[in-house]
C-alpha cells in the first residue's frame, strides 16, 4: 500500500482534489477533521489539553474551539504544545485506519503536512498549486472576510516557493487548469510505483 499525502496553501483546492480522489473510489483521511474528533472523543488527548489549558477547554462535554484558538493564537509555544498532543494522536489513528483500507493507495489530506512533519509517514507528497489571485478569490467567496485577513491567512502559511521544492508532484489548479486530466495522469505515475 501506497500512503499519498496531498497539502496545498488555503484555497489552493487541497479538499476540491480530495473529493475527485473519492469519486474515483480512493480512501481520504481528512487530518483536520481527524484531529478535532480526536479532541473530542479521545480520553488521554482530553485530558492532557484540560491539564494543559483548563478546565474550560471543553463546554457541554464538546471542545471550545474558540477557547482554545484565543488560548494559542498569540502564543505559538502553547500552540506547539497542543500539537504535540493532538499530531501523535491523530499519526496512530492515520496508521490504524490505512492498515484497514483494502486498496493500492490511501491519501491523507492535510493542510500542515510539512509543518506537522506528517510527510514523513507519507511515501509520496502531492501539493496542490494556484495562483495567489485564484486562492484569495475562493477564500472571500468561502469566508466572510476581507482581502487583508485572507491574504494574512495566506501569508502565515508556508510559502508556496517552500511547499513546491518538498512535493514530489504538484497539481495546478487554476480555473483554466484541467485537475482531471492531471489527476488521470497522476494516477497513471502512481499505478506504475512499486507497493511497499
Not at 63 to 91: G, R
Request: proline fraction near 4%; glycine fraction near 4%; charge should be negative.
Amino acid at each position: 500500500m501506497i500512503r499519498i499525502g496531498i497539502t496545498g496553501g488555503i484555497g489552493a483546492g487541497k479538499s476540491f482534489v480530495c473529493d475527485r480522489l473519492s469519486t474515483m473510489g480512493f480512501p481520504i483521511f481528512d487530518c483536520d477533521k481527524e484531529g478535532k474528533n480526536l479532541m473530542n472523543s479521545n480520553p488521554i488527548v482530553r485530558f492532557r489539553l484540560t491539564e494543559l489549558l483548563g478546565q474550560a477547554c471543553y463546554t457541554d462535554n464538546t471542545l471550545n474551539k474558540a477557547f482554545v484558538a484565543q488560548q494559542i493564537f498569540s502564543n505559538p509555544e502553547l500552540k506547539k504544545e497542543v500539537e504535540a498532543i493532538v499530531h501523535p494522536a491523530v499519526a496512530q489513528q492515520f496508521a490504524q485506519w490505512a492498515e484497514s483500507q483494502d486498496t493500492p493507495f490511501v491519501f491523507i489530506e492535510s493542510a500542515i503536512l510539512f509543518e506537522s512533519g506528517f510527510d514523513q509517514y507519507m511515501d509520496k507528497v502531492i501539493v496542490v498549486d494556484a495562483d495567489k489571485e485564484v486562492r484569495i478569490d475562493r477564500i472571500l467567496k468561502r469566508d466572510a472576510c476581507s482581502k487583508e485577513q485572507a491574504e494574512e491567512r495566506i501569508n502565515a502559511q508556508m510559502s508556496d516557493t517552500e511547499r513546491r521544492k518538498k512535493a514530489d508532484y504538484i497539481l495546478q489548479n487554476n480555473p483554466a487548469s484541467d485537475i482531471n486530466s492531471q489527476l488521470f495522469e497522476l494516477m497513471k505515475v502512481l499505478y506504475k510505483l512499486p507497493s511497499n
